[in-house]
């Protein structure tokens, strides 16, 4: 179907890019455990503007490869190392603060001041969104995504690649609403010391994940030690 403005077909172009947004946001990541955690131990809210912030990264990347910007997708090869350590420095210090996270009580006035919810929601947004975007492997995979599915060439298109920039965030949306509202729904299931530990082992993870990426900074032979390991 040909409609004036659009070189491939919008409506095929808007699946593709939802189902390629949804596909690449499922990894379960340090973002995950993020919008879990929040979502269990403060509220549906705090988890789906958590998703959202993920989202956006996602759309990110998604516009450097609709648009070929091979200039952010040499700038992210060729520091790569550095945003990952700047990466991994993050959800270092993200998983430590994670653990060491106590809930809030009911009636707590600062948690209540209007100012206060509105730092917070940014907070739960943008700190996923940084997750997410100091990721160098998110710009690989859409990039061999869309090269795959022959999208290579849509960015010549200003309306084709808006549209599958927003079918991307709309995909990878689709997901993290999917994900929140099951955590959200088993909230109830959970004692104060039950979302204690939920922090730990959240933040755990969101640690772990910053471990393993400055780790791998180190000058390894990292090639032979995946392949002895059979990865």
Known sequence: MHVPGFAFDPVSLAIEGAVIGFVIALPVGPAAALCIRRAITVGAVAGYLTGVGAALGDAVFGAVAAFGLSFVETFVARHEVWLRGIGGVILVVMGLLTMRHRTRTVGDPVADDLEHRIATHFHYTSSSFFITVFNPLTV???????????????????????????????????????????????????????????????????LAFGVVALVSLLPLPWRQIADALGL
Do not use: E
């Not at 990039?143 to 290579?152: E, K």
């Not at 690649?161 to 109830?188: M, N, Q």
């Open 140 to 206: 690989m995979a859409f990039g061999a995504a869309f090269a795959g599915r022959n999208l290579a060439g849509v960015g010549s298109s200003l309306p084709d690649a808006g549209l599958l920039v927003a079918g991307v965030f709309s995909g990878a949306l689709a997901w993290w609403a999917i994900l929140c509202s099951v955590a959200a729904s088993l909230r109830t299931q959970f004692s104060r010391s039950g979302m204690l530990w939920l922090n730990r082992v959240s933040g755990g993870i969101i």
